[in-house]
């Protein structure tokens, strides 16, 4: 199945305990596309730089597998730019420099062979924005979208129809809280649920997530690494692994999202081990794989005696 | 297997959002015995009580299959007494009130019968009152110990030589950071399995729990309470379930310690149903396979397609 994504495409700036880079490939539909490009095809992605931005970036993303149709350059400002700082525990960051550039101007329009998309991907850009999107596409089998804390206190109003409107949502244990205003998950989760959403994804960070549909619940664990080099775009990540990878099933099934989840979980795992996309530029199918069944190893409760 | 439980015997008044309760029967050993005895036979308590101690409460106990022969009257003063009040989140709570009574003196006999049993639980007491079984009991197949931020800071040097004697510690994530220095909780885990423990428990609340062995990690879900009423004495449940079943099995196997983890949690979940021990009164091994099967269902990763 065809895998459109709509986000932001950005460099980024990432101080971490474990060193720094000035000025690196960034934003959601730039994470949720490369970690899809490695199941699914084919993966489009939609968005917008400026004039600053580099040829060997463009020559990867197509060397990647990303088809580049409702990519667009906007010679008239720079890229968007973020800049952050994680501190020692690493759950906690800081903006140091936003600068959104041509990103302000940002205006998703879905070419003509790209509105029959079967999996949307809605990366965490402004629900305005995300509407238009859904607005455009026709034959959509499954939309997925993130969001952030900033738009549920900003555009309450226009997050409210995405989130009426969609297949999946994704969100992480405190914007399920700030969403609904409760803090059991479970209650939190079912009152999202009721907003609309077939599924409701609940990331937890180093504690997993949880999936919830009408019919059950499934507690994903997180893979348990020592090192932690970057979290930057983890979430993102985990989007483009879990649709990414429902695309290749050719299938939705609850055991399907259930397998999405944990490659979401598998790609995410990777990703936050160097800076950037960086780990994610160079994987196989076969490692990949590899740390999926050691999830499922990690998780697996044996049936009563 | 015979199950030796140590610890505190107490009274607990509870304030929660949910309600309060004035006074009722808690402690460590309480705990860990009302859940144990749900699998294993004999259960065998040694605690101390003042002469306050209920005579209802003591039939209860004897009633719910707990042998009192290590069980103590000390007439010289009052039961234990702890008074604490949980916030809006359940996540924190303040003690109002401790008084140790007769506990303050308590010293550990385990009865000739009692030094032959197979699986001994150290409550959550002084480390230095820890040694003490340990140095009196002769046949353990099992060790099993929980602590707490107070002596990890309080009596490091006891709680450690403890840690280098036991089978299996069980602690919370805060508790392995502050015995370690180390904030991730794989490379914690790591050094205090270095210190001893063939097997490490990390509970997480509601994240759920981790078993660290050397072949593996096994990364267990909580059960998605949308209520808790009173999170008092979970933990000790926790590790009643845990040892308790371990004791029905008859075998301490790898396989067979997932099984306990889970059977600790199904113990723990109920028993934050309703304020102190009342909900781990009146459970029946049915509604308990059915929780356990609960657990399974929602933790399962279907294999790779």
Chains 1, 2 share one sequence.
């Not at 800049?83 to 140091?96: A, F, I, P, Q």
Request: hydrophobic share 40%.
């Amino acid at each position: 199945m065809s895998v459109l994504v709509v986000g932001s495409i950005a460099y980024d700036g990432i101080e971490a305990p474990a060193g720094k880079v000035d000025r690196t490939l960034g934003g959601s539909a730039t994470y949720i596309s490369v970690a899809a490009a490695y199941f699914a095809r084919p993966v489009r992605l939609v968005g917008t730089v400026g004039s600053d931005f580099d040829k060997k970036d463009l020559k990867f993303l197509k060397d990647h597998g990303v088809d580049l149709e409702g990519f667009r350059t906007d010679e008239s400002g720079l890229t968007f730019f973020w800049k952050g700082k994680y501190h020692d525990d690493m759950n906690s960051r800081e903006t140091l420099d936003t600068q959104l550039n041509v990103f302000e101007h940002f205006d998703p329009v879905i070419p003509e062979v790209y509105k029959g998309s079967r999996i949307v991907c809605l990366g965490n850009i402004d629900p305005v924005l995300q509407l238009k999107v859904l607005d455009q596409i026709t034959q959509a089998q499954l939309t997925v979208c993130d969001t952030m804390n900033f738009w549920i206190s900003g555009a309450r109003e226009a997050l409210e129809e995405v989130i009426s409107r969609v297949d999946v949502l994704i969100v992480n244990d405190e914007e399920a809280r700030e969403l609904t205003g409760e803090s059991n998950l479970i209650k939190a989760a079912k009152i999202i649920r009721e907003k609309g959403p077939k599924y409701l994804i609940i990331k937890k960070g180093e504690h997993g997530a949880f999936l919830y549909s009408e019919q059950s619940v499934f507690a994903a664990p997180a893979y348990p690494l020592s090192t932690i080099i970057d979290p930057t775009g983890a979430g993102d990540t985990f989007m483009g692994g879990f649709a990414g990878w429902l695309s290749w099933s050719d299938r939705i099934s609850e055991e399907n999202l259930r397998r999405a989840v944990i490659y979401g979980s598998v790609m995410a795992s990777y990703c936050v081990e160097k800076f950037g996309v960086e780990r994610l530029t160079a994987l196989n199918r076969f490692e990949i794989d590899r740390r999926y069944d050691a999830f499922r190893k990690m998780s697996v409760i044996p049936e009563r005696t």
